[in-house]
């Protein structure tokens, strides 16, 4: 029997597999591809990476990124886009067994789990961490609900063509100036980021909608966009399309600890969540070695509580008003709020930003934005679940 079986070879099973295995947990790891190459770009904020992480698997570097609201901002942060096969390198481990397969069900008894997978075969370890993502394999599985999504369709062209979006050394995280074949409706923005020394990445983007826009959407969106600057579709090296669920709500703790998105860690306001999993892996790794001697269930406790103290269970819910907040507002009112919030100092934009889920920095960078924003949008946060009582209501609003 492992000590811990992870299911899930994606960055953040990849994460937790590694940090296990270095702390003397044995270690198995289920992936229906495990070997497969990550098909996604992973991009962040350089201060919110791992030092160890940070420079051997950056694939380019922006010094500061762009923000375009009605006004033209920028901040100086460096932000980090992550080479996948270095990353992927960077947290492998040869002890870690590797096991190709899908992860059906788990089974716990008082001694340890039992991963079942698909095609019948049983995995016994103390401890099963489900980092399966969106999918939520073993933590209750997709919500009924329909998600709110952040969906996106992003060409890949030569930084030379992307020089009218995306200049040399710069992003660009937000540009919500319409595109070309916009004509009402849900508004969306160009992400543009450096990918390699020569490469960029220009990415129609929709932040969050219920349901998701479609794609094709997106990408007509994107081809109008580039093509009032020059750049056609014979510029493209390749394509990304992305669809993810922002709003999942946290799983319940139990035997099974969720990790990286099947644990709620995407923001919902970014859509990021590389780096709070390659941040909270070595967590989850001590707990669960720590409490181990204790039993499987303590261990599996110990796990979820380091993930998830109810200062962070706090900062994650204020996040998720906040989206509700933003799904209610009409189509003309999105970008404004996002002019409001480029418009915040540096420190309150990166605190909500932040990979970490804590209030203490949140409720200052909201209760901020809420005091710059007329009564109209205060109107639309207060109506889309920041009640009268709330921290932000505490300028004065008392709806309507």
């Known amino acids: 029997m492992a000590d811990v079986v992870v299911v899930g070879g994606g960055p953040a099973g990849r994460a937790a597999a590694a940090a296990c295995s270095d702390t003397g947990l044995e270690v198995v790891l289920v992936d229906p591809a495990p070997r497969r190459v990550w098909p996604h770009t992973?991009?962040?904020?350089s201060d919110e990476l791992p030092a160890a992480v940070g420079d051997p698997a950056a694939a380019a570097v922006a010094d500061r990124m762009l923000l375009h609201g009605t006004h033209r901002h920028e901040w100086a942060r460096q932000y980090a886009v992550l080479d996948n096969t270095a990353l992927w390198k960077h947290l492998w481990r040869h002890d870690v067994v590797e096991v190709t397969g899908r992860a059906q069900t788990a089974e716990h008894g008082p001694t340890g789990s039992t991963v079942v997978l698909k095609d019948g075969r049983r995995i016994a370890a103390a401890v099963v961490v489900d980092a399966s993502g969106a999918a939520?394999?073993?933590s209750g599985g997709r919500p009924a609900h329909t998600s709110a999504q952040q969906s996106a369709v992003g060409w890949v062209v030569s930084a030379a063509a992307a020089e009218p979006s995306c200049r040399p050394g710069t992003g660009v995280f937000m540009d919500w100036r319409p595109a070309p074949q916009t004509r009402g409706g849900w508004p969306t923005f160009l992400y543009a980021v450096p990918v390699g020394a020569d490469q960029v990445?220009?990415?129609?983007?929709?932040?969050?909608?219920?349901?998701?826009?479609?794609?094709?959407?997106?990408?007509?969106?994107?081809?109008?966009?580039?093509?009032?600057a020059g750049v056609g579709e014979q510029e493209r090296i390749s394509e990304e399309r992305v669809r993810f669920p922002v709003d999942d709500p946290l799983p319940r703790p139990g035997r099974v600890v969720p990790f990286g998105a099947a644990a709620g860690f995407v923001h919902p306001a970014s859509g990021f969540n590389i780096a709070a999993s390659l941040q909270r892996a070595p967590w989850l790794a001590a707990a669960i070695s720590?409490?181990?001697?204790?039993?499987?269930?303590?261990?599996?406790?110990?796990?979820?509580?380091?993930?998830?103290?109810?200062?962070?269970?706090?900062?994650?819910?204020?996040r998720h008003r906040a989206l509700r907040a933003l799904l209610s507002m009409p189509p003309e009112q999105v970008p404004e709020f996002f002019e409001l919030f480029f418009r915040l100092d540096a420190e309150h934009r990166a605190a909500f930003l932040a990979a970490d889920d804590d209030p203490a920095g949140t409720y200052p960078a909201m209760s901020a934005l809420f005091a710059g924003a007329p009564w109209r949008i205060r109107r639309r946060l207060v109506l889309g679940g920041l009640s009268v009582g709330h921290p932000l209501a505490r300028h004065g609003l008392g709806g309507g």
Do not use: D, F
Request: proline share 9%.
């Open 42 to 45: 992973y991009g962040s904020w």
């Open 136 to 138: 939520r394999a073993l």
């Open 201 to 228: 990445l220009l990415e129609e983007t929709s932040l969050a909608r219920r349901p998701a826009l479609p794609l094709a959407l997106l990408r007509r969106r994107l081809a109008g966009r580039l093509a009032e």
């Open 290 to 318: 720590a409490a181990l001697p204790s039993g499987p269930a303590a261990a599996a406790r110990a796990g979820w509580s380091i993930l998830w103290p109810p200062r962070a269970v706090s900062g994650h819910l204020l």
